[in-house]
Protein backbone atom coordinates (compact mmCIF):
# COMPACT_ATOMS: atom_id res chain seq x y z
CA UNK A 1 0.00 0.00 0.00
CA UNK A 2 1.36 3.64 -0.71
CA UNK A 3 -0.37 6.43 0.75
CA UNK A 4 -0.51 9.66 -1.38
CA UNK A 5 1.14 12.54 -2.26
CA UNK A 6 -1.75 14.21 -0.15
CA UNK A 7 -1.57 12.10 2.78
CA UNK A 8 1.97 12.77 3.31
CA UNK A 9 1.97 16.81 2.91
CA UNK A 10 -0.62 16.57 5.22
CA UNK A 11 1.85 14.65 7.62
CA UNK A 12 4.25 16.95 6.81
CA UNK A 13 2.15 20.27 7.77
CA UNK A 14 1.47 18.98 10.90
CA UNK A 15 4.82 18.39 12.01
CA UNK A 16 5.96 21.48 10.99
CA UNK A 17 2.88 23.61 12.91
CA UNK A 18 3.65 21.07 15.72
CA UNK A 19 7.43 21.70 16.16
CA UNK A 20 7.19 25.47 15.35
CA UNK A 21 9.76 27.14 18.03
CA UNK A 22 6.17 28.80 19.17
CA UNK A 23 3.63 26.86 18.09
CA UNK A 24 0.76 29.36 19.49
CA UNK A 25 2.10 31.70 16.68
CA UNK A 26 1.05 31.78 13.20
CA UNK A 27 2.63 30.49 10.22
CA UNK A 28 1.50 30.30 6.75
CA UNK A 29 1.27 27.72 3.90
CA UNK A 30 4.67 29.34 1.85
CA UNK A 31 6.79 29.07 5.03
CA UNK A 32 5.61 25.46 4.81
CA UNK A 33 5.45 24.81 1.13
CA UNK A 34 9.30 26.47 1.10
CA UNK A 35 10.46 24.21 3.85
CA UNK A 36 9.16 21.07 2.33
CA UNK A 37 10.07 22.46 -1.10
CA UNK A 38 6.57 21.36 -2.11
CA UNK A 39 3.91 22.70 -4.11
CA UNK A 40 1.77 25.80 -2.30
CA UNK A 41 -1.22 25.39 -4.43
CA UNK A 42 -1.26 21.50 -3.67
CA UNK A 43 -0.62 22.85 -0.13
CA UNK A 44 -3.45 25.12 0.09
CA UNK A 45 -5.77 22.34 -0.65
CA UNK A 46 -4.95 20.33 1.99
CA UNK A 47 -4.90 22.86 4.35
CA UNK A 48 -8.24 23.87 4.05
CA UNK A 49 -9.39 20.17 4.66
CA UNK A 50 -7.19 20.10 7.78
CA UNK A 51 -8.84 23.42 8.89
CA UNK A 52 -12.30 21.66 7.98
CA UNK A 53 -11.67 18.57 9.71
CA UNK A 54 -10.16 20.44 12.99
CA UNK A 55 -6.69 20.04 12.94
CA UNK A 56 -5.77 23.32 11.91
CA UNK A 57 -6.86 26.68 12.94
CA UNK A 58 -7.36 29.46 10.22
CA UNK A 59 -6.82 33.09 11.16
CA UNK A 60 -7.65 35.35 8.33
CA UNK A 61 -6.37 38.96 6.75
CA UNK A 62 -3.11 41.01 7.54
CA UNK A 63 -1.17 39.10 10.21
CA UNK A 64 -3.08 35.96 9.17
CA UNK A 65 -1.89 32.26 9.28
CA UNK A 66 -2.60 28.94 10.55
CA UNK A 67 -1.55 26.81 14.01
CA UNK A 68 -2.40 23.84 15.61
CA UNK A 69 -5.87 23.44 16.72
CA UNK A 70 -5.67 20.60 18.98
CA UNK A 71 -2.34 19.25 20.38
CA UNK A 72 -0.72 16.92 18.64
CA UNK A 73 -1.05 14.16 21.57
CA UNK A 74 -4.86 13.97 20.41
CA UNK A 75 -4.11 14.13 16.79
CA UNK A 76 -4.44 10.27 15.50
CA UNK A 77 -2.66 9.27 12.91
CA UNK A 78 -4.66 6.04 11.89
CA UNK A 79 -8.08 8.28 11.85
CA UNK A 80 -6.36 11.18 10.33
CA UNK A 81 -5.39 8.91 7.28
CA UNK A 82 -8.58 7.32 7.05
CA UNK A 83 -10.47 10.69 6.73
CA UNK A 84 -8.19 12.26 4.10
CA UNK A 85 -6.86 9.57 2.21
CA UNK A 86 -9.54 9.09 -1.19
CA UNK A 87 -9.53 5.78 -0.67
CA UNK A 88 -7.64 2.13 0.23
CA UNK A 89 -8.68 0.50 -3.10
CA UNK A 90 -5.56 -2.12 -2.88
CA UNK A 91 -6.87 -4.33 -5.20
CA UNK A 92 -9.56 -3.96 -7.91
CA UNK A 93 -12.39 -5.90 -6.30
CA UNK A 94 -12.12 -3.12 -3.18
CA UNK A 95 -12.88 -0.28 -5.76
CA UNK A 96 -16.50 -0.97 -6.66
CA UNK A 97 -18.91 -1.77 -4.59
CA UNK A 98 -21.78 -4.63 -5.36
CA UNK A 99 -24.63 -3.27 -7.33
CA UNK A 100 -27.48 -1.73 -5.13
CA UNK A 101 -24.51 -1.60 -2.17
CA UNK A 102 -23.16 2.13 -0.84
CA UNK A 103 -19.61 2.27 0.25
CA UNK A 104 -19.38 1.54 3.97
CA UNK A 105 -18.97 5.42 5.33
CA UNK A 106 -15.11 6.43 5.80
CA UNK A 107 -16.12 6.41 10.07
CA UNK A 108 -17.28 2.63 10.11
CA UNK A 109 -14.46 1.10 10.01
CA UNK A 110 -12.14 1.14 6.78
CA UNK A 111 -13.46 2.96 4.40
CA UNK A 112 -13.52 0.27 1.65
CA UNK A 113 -15.80 -2.50 0.47
CA UNK A 114 -15.57 -5.54 -0.92
CA UNK A 115 -17.06 -6.95 -3.99
CA UNK A 116 -18.57 -10.20 -3.83
CA UNK A 117 -20.93 -10.71 -6.68
CA UNK A 118 -21.72 -9.58 -9.95
CA UNK A 119 -23.34 -6.14 -10.99
CA UNK A 120 -26.81 -5.80 -11.86
CA UNK A 121 -26.03 -6.94 -15.40
CA UNK A 122 -25.48 -10.38 -14.97
CA UNK A 123 -23.76 -10.64 -18.22
CA UNK A 124 -21.16 -8.47 -17.02
CA UNK A 125 -19.30 -9.48 -14.34
CA UNK A 126 -18.00 -6.15 -12.26
CA UNK A 127 -14.36 -5.90 -11.90
CA UNK A 128 -12.60 -9.05 -11.86
CA UNK A 129 -13.89 -12.11 -13.06
CA UNK A 130 -12.52 -14.46 -9.97
CA UNK A 131 -13.89 -12.02 -7.30
CA UNK A 132 -17.02 -14.12 -6.22
CA UNK A 133 -14.39 -16.88 -5.69
CA UNK A 134 -11.37 -15.41 -4.38
CA UNK A 135 -9.77 -15.68 -1.82
CA UNK A 136 -6.74 -13.22 -2.07
CA UNK A 137 -8.92 -10.34 -1.13
CA UNK A 138 -9.61 -11.38 2.35
CA UNK A 139 -5.97 -11.62 2.74
CA UNK A 140 -5.45 -7.73 1.17
CA UNK A 141 -8.42 -6.77 3.67
CA UNK A 142 -6.31 -8.22 6.54
CA UNK A 143 -3.44 -6.53 5.56
CA UNK A 144 -5.05 -3.39 4.85
CA UNK A 145 -6.51 -3.56 8.61
CA UNK A 146 -3.10 -4.51 10.04
CA UNK A 147 -1.62 -1.44 8.43
CA UNK A 148 -4.37 1.01 9.46
CA UNK A 149 -4.57 -0.51 13.30
CA UNK A 150 -0.88 -0.20 13.31
CA UNK A 151 -1.37 3.34 12.27
CA UNK A 152 -3.84 4.09 15.20
CA UNK A 153 -1.43 3.24 17.51
CA UNK A 154 0.37 6.54 16.84
CA UNK A 155 -0.49 10.20 17.91
CA UNK A 156 1.39 12.85 16.00
CA UNK A 157 3.25 14.04 19.53
CA UNK A 158 4.70 10.55 19.03
CA UNK A 159 6.60 11.26 15.84
CA UNK A 160 7.51 14.25 17.05
CA UNK A 161 9.34 13.13 20.27
CA UNK A 162 12.49 14.60 18.49
CA UNK A 163 11.26 18.16 18.09
CA UNK A 164 13.97 19.85 18.39
CA UNK A 165 16.48 17.85 15.67
CA UNK A 166 12.70 18.26 13.32
CA UNK A 167 12.92 21.64 14.18
CA UNK A 168 16.94 22.19 12.72
CA UNK A 169 15.96 20.59 9.90
CA UNK A 170 12.64 22.61 9.41
CA UNK A 171 14.13 25.99 10.78
CA UNK A 172 17.82 26.15 9.67
Same mark, same amino acid.
Given at each position: ???????? +??? =???? +???? =??????? %????????????????????????????????? =??????????????????????????????????????? &??? &???????? #???? #?????? %??????????????????????? &?????????? =? +???????????? #? %??? #???
Amino acid at each position: MRLTNYSD +YAL =RSLI +YLAV =RPTPETL %ANISDIASSYHISKSHLTKIIHQLGQLGYIESV =RGKGGGIRLAVTPKDINLGVLIKQIEPDFDLVECFATPV &AGE &ARQPRSAG #LPIT #LIDAEG %ADSSKPVGCVITPVCQLKSVFFE &ALTAFVSVLE =R +YTLADIIDNKDE #L %ATA #LFH
